[in-house]
T-cell receptor
Framework: SQQGEEDPQALSIQEGENATMNCSYK?????LQWYRQNSGRGLVHLIL?????REKHSGRLRVTLDTSKKSSSLLITASRAADTASYFC????????????FGSGTQLTVLP | EAQVTQNPRYLITVTGKKLTVTCSQN?????MSWYRQDPGLGLRQIYY???????DKGDVPEGYKVSRKEKRNFPLILESPSPNQTSLYFC???????????FGPGTRLLVL
């Protein structure tokens, strides 16, 4: 099974509302990252949070990390139609791991 | 402009006909990797490379080969494609394995 699992699988909201997506993982991590993918295109990095950080902000994005619960959340405030995309979390596993492990994503639809 | 390029972007082929998907990055990144993306499965890593002449298997390497003769290039080779390799393929690069990944635009492959 995958290391990172996003929840919900799909989310539909109105423009201007906030969108929250969650990611749970199983083993210790060095960092956790969030990526956005517009339909069929390459993933774009949004934010990286390290295991010793609890919260990070970037523009309208807020990411939290709770290592005790092995979970992270991505909050997009004041959403726009252009935020419609799939959002993936990716975990950098602890130890000598040389990979990122991606979840299966949350499909966000922002309705105008 | 910093970028990862892939060619071709779309490819239709037949079972058993060898093909190569090229990947090139202009950011002097040491780490490069290939992923495949299938519906409901997220991104799965096929192979990665820590540096020139250093490659290793990811999670789903069967049926694929790679080479890293130059730092900027990391081609993906399918010696004898099969229909179960029909997928969307992404190349990515980064300075280090678990840092921000920069993705190419993707190659959509259909094997008949």
């Amino acid at each position: 099974s995958q290391q990172g699992e996003e929840d919900p699988q799909a989310l539909s909201i109105q423009e201007g509302e906030n969108a929250t997506m969650n990611c749970s993982y199983k083993t210790s991590i060095n960092n956790l990252q969030w990526y956005r993918q517009n339909s069929g295109r390459g993933l774009v990095h949004l934010i990286l949070i390290r295991s010793n950080e609890r919260e990070k902000h970037s523009g309208r994005l807020r990411v939290t990390l709770d290592t005790s619960k092995k979970s992270s959340s991505l909050l997009i405030t004041a959403s726009r139609a252009a935020d419609t995309a799939s959002y993936f979390c990716a975990t950098g596993l602890g130890g000598s791991a040389r990979q990122l492990t991606f979840g299966s994503g949350t499909q966000l639809t922002v309705l105008p | 402009e910093a970028q990862v390029t892939q060619n071709p972007r779309y490819l239709i082929t037949v079972t058993g006909k060898k093909l190569t998907v090229t990947c090139s990055q202009n950011m002097n990144h040491e780490y490069m990797s290939w992923y495949r993306q299938d519906p409901g499965l997220g991104l799965r890593q096929i192979y990665y490379s820590m540096n020139v002449e250093v490659t290793d298997k990811g999670d789903v390497p069967e049926g694929y080969k790679v080479s890293r003769k130059e730092k900027r290039n990391f081609p993906l080779i399918l010696e004898s494609p099969s229909p179960n390799q029909t997928s969307l393929y992404f190349c990515a690069s980064s300075r280090r394995p678990q840092e921000t990944q920069y993705f190419g635009p993707g190659t959509r492959l259909l094997v008949l």
